[in-house]
């Protein structure tokens, strides 16, 4: 059954990077998927103005969208400036109820990026408004079925993969999509993006015996847990 999938990133590339793979392969079975860019991300260039990187950011993400056939949105938040506020997250929520996602993912909460950081409380709060028909807005009230964390380099403390995604078949299209980035093409960055992300699936797949593999995580709440009726190892 197709459905739709919504990722959030903190900046723009970050919804491509740690979850590229999985709208890659959402797309080929024929869901719907919108990106959601919380911050434009400018101010990492070591030489190019916040003003110049961010029409070349600009540019990538329209790129990225346009190749997996996707939504995009861009909230008004420059790069280190998202606010944790009734204002964000009710530019999360009126999206949430706009889009109807049957599946959100986004960053996990343990990261040293305090966009990273602001980016996941702003979903887990937006989620709950958006949620609620009691808050009157534009449009209907809407939950996901289910909300997940995609692993990122910068979210690592307490993440734990909890599911192994098979993404074999839409790989070598997952590395095109991350080329459309200029923090992929360009070797600017002290970090190796490109060799890291190319790397991790080939580590995830052997993890979790598939050739090419990402990994996600699920909500730690008392919602999260399951229910089996069986022995623990019945799968």
Not at 22 to 36: C, F
Request: net charge negative; glycine share 8%; hydrophobic share 40%.
């Amino acid at each position: 059954m197709a459905g739709h999938l919504m990722v959030v990133g903190g900046h723009i590339s970050d919804a491509e990077n740690m979850a590229g793979a999985v709208m890659l392969k959402h797309k080929q079975a024929g869901w719907d998927i919108t990106i959601v860019h919380a911050t434009t991300g400018e101010k990492g260039h070591p030489t190019l103005s916040a003003q110049d990187y961010l029409k070349m950011r600009l540019e990538d993400a329209r790129g990225s969208a346009e190749l997996i056939g996707a939504n995009m949105e861009l909230l008004p938040y420059g790069d280190g400036e998202l606010p944790v506020d009734d204002r964000a997250i009710w530019l999360m929520a009126d999206l949430i109820r706009q889009y109807q996602p049957t599946l959100i993912i986004t960053h996990w909460k343990g990261s040293f990026h305090i966009d990273h950081n602001n980016t996941h409380d702003v979903v887990m709060k937006a989620l709950f408004r958006a949620g609620l028909p009691a808050f009157e807005r534009e449009r209907p009230a809407h939950s996901p079925q289910a909300v997940l964390f995609s692993e990122n380099w910068e979210d690592m403390e307490g993440y734990n993969a909890d599911i192994y995604l098979d993404v074999s078949d839409v790989f070598d299209d997952y590395l095109k999509l991350l080329k459309t980035h200029a923090l992929m093409r360009e070797d600017y960055s002290s970090f190796r993006y490109w060799d890291y992300y190319k790397a991790l699936g080939e580590a995830r797949g052997a993890l979790g015996g598939f050739d090419r593999a990402v990994t996600l995580m699920r909500p730690r709440s008392l919602y999260s847990f399951e229910r089996r009726s069986g022995l623990l190892l019945d799968y």
